[in-house]
Structures are given as structure tokens and as C-alpha cells.
């Protein structure tokens, strides 16, 4: 006799974690929700995931494999800069439309709770091959960061409803990555650069 076909499957539970994160933050995401939410008991989840540790780190994969799907097509872009610009607002709108996931990403959790660096960094190389076409390699992870941390910080400020002065946010985090984009390329290390012959 053949075993009973699964109920469930990674993707469908990691999906409805997702949801329920969305809907009512970290501490919605229990076994037991989850279960609840696929259709099965909370002891099958364990045939899929080990502990909520382990599906908290799944989720976050996920939302990282999302986001880096949605960055990579940036990487091609013939002009760096404008590539780079695009980047930062294809971001910001993957964070809006993701806020609870987002924040996840940042959280201070355990390590095993989180994913791991190497999907941390397939998710962000774009806006690191981006910075080394636009600085060039030597100078290209200071820039990658600088991008980001700007990012991460402004976004970070919105979703908390920080800006409460008034004004167009939406110009005003234009502004800051036409600000940052525009520096870092003028500031650029005369001769350094990844396409020049040899650099390779």
C-alpha cells in the first residue's frame, strides 16, 4: 500500500505563515495558526519544520527570494545610476506592500530563527552589482551599504509613522537616493573601476 499523499507542502505552510505575519505581526505565527490556516493538524507541520524557529527562517527566505526576484532585472539596467535610483523605489514598494516581513528581516533574532547569510546575500546583489559598475569594485560594498542603510532607515521611519512634519515622503525619499546615487558617484576613486581592463 502506498503512504497517504501530504496534506500540505513547504510552500503552502511557509505562505500561510506569511499571511498570518502579515495580518497580526510575529507573534501570530504559532504552529497552531499555521496549521489551522493550511487545514491540518499542528503535529503535521513538524513533519515539515522542526520547530517555529525553523519556519520563522523559512518565511524569511521567502520574503527574501521575493525580494531579490523582484531587484535582479535592475542589475542589467544600461545606466547604473538610473538602475540604482529604480532599485531604491522597486525597495520601498516591496516594503510597503510587505511591511511585517520587511521588518522581519531586520529583526534581532536568533540566528536559527533567521535566514541565512548566503540568501541574505543572493536577495541584495543586485544593489551591489550595481554600485560596482556605477564606483567600481574597490569602493562597491561602502556603497551597496550606504544605499542600503539609508533605505532600511528611511523605510523603517515610515512604516513607524515617524515623518509627521508634513511634505511629500514620496519626493522626500526620492530626494535622499538622488542625493546619496549622485555623492557616491562624484566621490568615486579616479581609475578605479570594474570594467577597466584588468580589473577582472
Do not use: C
Not at 517555529?52 to 518565511?59: H, M, N, P, Q
Not at 526576484?69 to 535610483?85: F, I, K, N, V
Amino acid at each position: 500500500m502506498s503512504p497517504a499523499p501530504a496534506r500540505t507542502s513547504n510552500a503552502e505552510i511557509v505562505a500561510a505563515g506569511r499571511a498570518l505575519l502579515e495580518a497580526g505581526g510575529l507573534g501570530a505565527v504559532t504552529m497552531q495558526a499555521v496549521a489551522a490556516r493550511v487545514g491540518v493538524r499542528a503535529p503535521s507541520l513538524y513533519k515539515h519544520f522542526p520547530n517555529r524557529g525553523a519556519l520563522i527562517a523559512a518565511i524569511a527566505t521567502a520574503t527574501l527570494d521575493e525580494l531579490g526576484q523582484r531587484l535582479a532585472p535592475l542589475s542589467h539596467e544600461p545606466d547604473a545610476a538610473a538602475g540604482l535610483r529604480e532599485l531604491a523605489l522597486t525597495y520601498r514598494a516591496f516594503a510597503w506592500a510587505n511591511p511585517r516581513a520587511f521588518e522581519l528581516l531586520s529583526m534581532n533574532l536568533p540566528l536559527d530563527w533567521r535566514a541565512s547569510v548566503e540568501d541574505t546575500a543572493r536577495a541584495t546583489a543586485p544593489v551591489l552589482t550595481l554600485a560596482e559598475r556605477l564606483v567600481g569594485r574597490q569602493q562597491a560594498l561602502e556603497a551597496a551599504r550606504l544605499i542600503t542603510a539609508f533605505a532600511n532607515g528611511f523605510i523603517g521611519m515610515e512604516l513607524a509613522g515617524a515623518f509627521r512634519l508634513g511634505g511629500d515622503i514620496d519626493e522626500a525619499y526620492r530626494y535622499g537616493v538622488n542625493v546619496l546615487v549622485d555623492a557616491i558617484t562624484r566621490d568615486r576613486t579616479p581609475g578605479v573601476d570594474s570594467d577597466a581592463p584588468g580589473s577582472g
